[in-house]
């Protein structure tokens, strides 16, 4: 139960991050959103080891946490670049399929959820995916982008678990920035877009790092206490969060068939908690 509870916080934690940093990265370019909310997030993980001290990782479990970092930071940079260009309720239901990975590395390794659980899956994530869908025309921009990011979201899932067990949750958190830090720095040169972001949407951005990072240890820790695949998929529940608040403060348009997934996703978190 309480990785359960951990893969459904780390959703809403990422849902709430993922709105601000859209929000910011319509205002400045996603790579400097990326780079600054990611150094936020690594300072955070500082200071809790500072106070945790827990032990020092093995070498190989620190590497995995730090190619956690890399395909993460790639996915999250496609994925900010999305929500800038595209419909946030078209956008963040495509990125939650990057659960599926996770899922089928579960089952490659015989570890299966029971079947209650595996239903309870399929519903969820479908249910993610009506309450986000968006009412009306939408803009399709941006769903390539959507879909790399789905990539790098479900690679994360995997190494981070993986780095998670070889060494502990708060280390797994330091070495993905790590390595998503320098990722994105790197793609701050290349695009030559400056780390400026404007005294207004730097706040956006800080707290975006924090609730990212936040959610990543909720997630490291959730997935030595069940199934990576199970956390997964109720971490990829956050774009009911993202959603949410763009209906609230940005004003989208929600229909009726959100409602209803928003309810059909609620379901499958019931029937994942039984199973």
């Not at 780079?35 to 093995?58: F, H, I, T, Y």
């Amino acid at each position: 139960m309480l990785a359960v509870l951990l893969g459904l916080a780390s959703g809403l934690s990422w849902g709430v991050a993922d709105f601000f940093g859209g929000i910011a990265s319509r205002r400045a370019p996603a790579i400097s959103v990326v780079a600054l909310s990611q150094a936020a997030g690594l300072l955070l993980a500082l200071v809790l080891l500072a106070l945790v001290r827990p032990d020092v990782p093995s070498p190989g479990g620190y590497g995995l946490g730090v190619a956690a970092g890399v395909v993460g930071a790639i996915g999250l940079v496609a994925f900010y670049r999305a929500l800038a260009v595209g419909t946030m309720s078209l956008v963040a239901p495509v990125t939650a399929l990057g659960a599926l990975i996770p899922l089928a590395v579960d089952l490659a390794a015989g570890r299966s959820p029971g079947v209650i659980a595996l239903a309870g899956m399929v519903v969820a994530l479908a249910g993610a995916a009506l309450a986000a869908s968006a009412p009306g025309p939408a803009s399709r921009r941006g769903l390539g982008l959507a879909v790399v990011a789905a990539a790098g979201f479900g690679g994360f899932f995997v190494l981070l678990a993986e780095s998670a067990d070889r060494g502990g949750a708060l280390w797994a958190l330091i070495a993905a920035r790590t390595g998503s830090v320098p990722i994105a720095l790197l793609g701050v040169a290349a695009a030559a877009a400056g780390l400026a972001v404007g005294r207004r949407i730097l706040p956006l951005v800080v707290v975006a790092g924090v609730l990212d990072a936040s959610a990543n240890l909720m997630f490291a820790i959730g997935s030595q206490r069940g199934l990576v695949s199970v956390v997964a998929v109720l971490g990829s529940l956050y774009p009911v969060a993202t959603v949410a608040l763009a209906a609230a403060v940005l004003h989208e348009r929600l229909g009726r068939l959100q409602a209803v997934g928003a309810g059909v996703a609620l379901a499958g978190v019931v029937m994942i908690a039984a199973g």
